[in-house]
């Protein structure tokens, strides 16, 4: 539930809690603006509920930032106010801007029917042919003609889905749009995008979310989905005890209609294909500042490939990749020093919002300042805790550099010499992989950098290291796994996991480390030795040769099974090793595989079976991961 939680926390303006000046920023928001509410007509003549927070000032023109949501434009009622004044938007006011939230189409306030990231349709021929771009272009239209003074310049931005209504403002075509935020933006939701990775479902998510979100609206309200009562605290052993997933649509039933087409569209199908966001990045106008983190359990797929689109599509746009290093939406808080046990040296947040977002809007929306300085991608690196920029990402400079797992457990540059050779394990449904060491509910964000010797530790999990390393090793760009593997049965999934383990006497200069896993940490938790979840994804086996016509893998058969982990920006520094771990389970992150070649969705409980694996490291087999290494600068 934390996607929804966070977001309705972002639309209501519950963001950032500044400890000094808050008192006066209350006083002076509610001193200088006022508050507006307007059902906005769109050309096919529903309306769409919009709040708009307008300066006093009338001795100026003031430009227009507007978020589009499903979340709420919350609170409703002209007396009522967004508490703009805890959060970084208040500089926002300051600057004299004309905020704008609006509940999208078919959700809250507004009329309509709400569709889950509605297709874009390129091709309009009536008012009837109607998407979000369409109904951003009216939104637009509508604000310029009658908001009072404003300066006939729009910006639009959002984080997580209203990220993807900031995608789709951009292909809106409207004049007056002149600057776009897509922030952890939803863009596939089959290939990257929280509830799919690879093909592989990610049930946690997807339930957590659509169990309440998803719930019908037939009109208009100001009252939000009550949430499923799970009665259980461990999220493990619900999902465990619940089993296949037809079970799980048996606590909806017929009521919950998105849930209802994951279910009816297990491949990549033409369906998937109409809502993949990037078919919608052709000659886009507006300057776009592209926001991900590269520990985004949601949407990190979707900053970097939707950057990566806008280059290849629309290679005139004006276009920035910023990627820090944070979780879904840290950018926007007041802290972004840490995430879990890992300290980042500095407010990485704090830095982004006054270098780089506030002045990429107040440039383009009100001429302030120099034009802003920004590179096409603008890169954290964990590890080193620095900040680079790029021309163009990924770095034209970087090596794909192939590592290879050794027998034994090695992994280095040198290819396998020896004949024969595989580590083995056993995949086990009725005892998958869990995803964290920890017993809780809520799927935690703080898993993206966990360590991970719990995981070592199991017998289900294959372990890879490299030795000691004798210099600093950087990656910068996506990571390719190509394994050889072979199975005793006809299905699998497989989970690599790119993991930099620390030397055993590392400590952060004995400062005691940071909370954040949902209780306190030890003041000395043991670093030393701390094996630190880098990234990690999945791939379902079925998929290794196409998502659209997924095949069975022939029991005893060697095979290839290649996919892309998404890209990573992370120094390993000397005195580290980098290891690499797989498994095929990952949960209740992702559902079980039955490990049998059947419809996952519409399985029995009977169908999942235990399974032998077989990862090859030999000179005619050799299983590799391909990495992006950044030479050293001299």
């Known amino acids: 539930m934390r996607k929804l939680l966070f977001s309705l926390l972002f639309s209501a303006g519950c963001f950032i809690v500044y400890g000094q000046g808050t008192s006066q920023d209350s006083l002076w928001i509610r001193d200088n603006y006022y508050k507006i509410e307007r059902q906005i007509p769109m050309r096919d003549g529903i309306k769409l509920f919009t709040t708009a927070y307008v300066p006093k000032d009338t001795t100026e023109q003031h430009p227009i930032l507007l978020t589009r949501t499903p979340y709420s434009c919350a609170p409703y009622g002209g007396e009522k106010w967004r508490n703009f004044y805890t959060g970084y938007l208040r500089y926002y006011l300051r600057e004299g801007y004309i905020v704008v939230t609006q509940d999208v189409r078919g959700r809250w306030m507004s009329e309509g029917q709400f569709v889950d990231v509605r297709p874009f349709i390129k ?258 690196f964990s590890g080193e805790n620095k900040w680079r920029t790029f021309p163009e990402w990924p770095s034209a400079n970087k090596q794909d550099v192939s590592f290879y797992l050794q027998p034994g457990g090695g992994l280095s540059r040198e290819l396998p010499s020896g004949k024969n050779s595989s580590s083995e394990y056993v995949s086990d449904p009725a005892h998958p992989v869990p995803y964290t060491e920890d017993v809780h509910w809520n799927r935690t964000r703080e898993y993206m950098t966990d360590d991970q010797r719990f995981a070592s530790r199991r017998p289900d999990v294959l372990t890879f290291r490299t030795p000691v390393l004798t210099e600093d090793l950087t990656l910068a760009g996506p990571v390719i796994a190509d394994l050889k593997v072979s199975l005793s049965s006809t299905d699998a999934d497989f989970v690599v996991k790119l993991i930099d383990e620390f030397p055993d006497d590392f400590s952060y200069d004995g400062e005691a480390a940071p909370t954040g896993r949902g209780h306190d940490l030890p003041k000395s938790y043991p670093m030393g030795g701390y094996q630190m979840l880098v990234h990690g994804e999945v791939m379902r086996g079925r998929f290794r040769e196409s998502y659209e016509k997924p095949v069975a893998f022939k029991p005893g058969k060697v095979e290839t099974v290649r996919f892309a982990v998404p890209d990573v920006a992370h120094t390993f520094k000397k005195g580290h090793r980098v290891m690499v771990q797989v498994q095929s389970s990952w949960f209740p992150l992702v559902d079980r595989n039955p490990q049998k070649f059947v419809n996952i969705y519409t399985c029995d409980d009977a169908d999942f079976i235990k399974e032998t694996i077989r990862v090859y490291h030999d000179s005619e087999h050799p299983s590799q991961l391909i990495l992006p290494v950044l030479p050293a600068s001299r």
């Open 123 to 380: 091709d309009k021929r009536s008012n009837t042919d109607v998407d979000e771009a369409s109904d951003t272009y009216d939104a637009i239209d509508w604000m310029v003609k009658n908001l009072p003074h404003n300066n006939g310049k729009v910006g639009v931005f959002g984080i997580s889905y209203p990220g993807f209504y900031s995608t789709m403002a951009a292909a809106s075509g409207h004049p007056a749009l002149k600057a776009v935020s897509p922030q952890a933006p939803v863009t596939d939701w089959f290939m990257g995008d929280d509830f799919h990775h690879n093909g592989a479902f990610f049930q946690m998510d997807g339930w957590a979310f659509y169990s309440s979100f998803g719930k019908p609206r037939p009109q208009p309200t100001t009252v939000g989905p009550s949430e499923f009562n799970f009665n259980s605290k461990d999220n493990y052993q619900w999902f465990l005890q619940t089993g296949a997933l037809k079970n799980i649509m048996k606590l909806t039933g017929d009521s919950i209609a998105f849930w209802k087409d994951l279910y009816q569209h297990p491949n990549l199908d033409e369906w998937w294909k109409a809502r993949n966001a990037r078919v919608s990045m052709y000659n886009i106008q507006p300057a776009m500042l592209v926001v991900g983190g590269l520990f985004d359990a949601e949407d990190c797929f979707g900053a970097w490939n939707l950057y990566k689109a806008i280059r290849s599509q629309s290679p005139s746009t004006n276009s920035h990749l910023v990627m820090g290093p944070w979780y879904h939406g840290e950018w926007a808080s007041n802290d972004g020093t840490h995430l879990g046990n890992i300290q980042f040296g500095s407010n990485t947040s704090f830095w982004y919002q006054n270098n780089i977002e506030i002045p990429f809007f107040n440039y383009y929306l009100k001429g302030k300042g120099a034009a802003p300085d920004l590179a096409a991608a603008t890169i954290f």
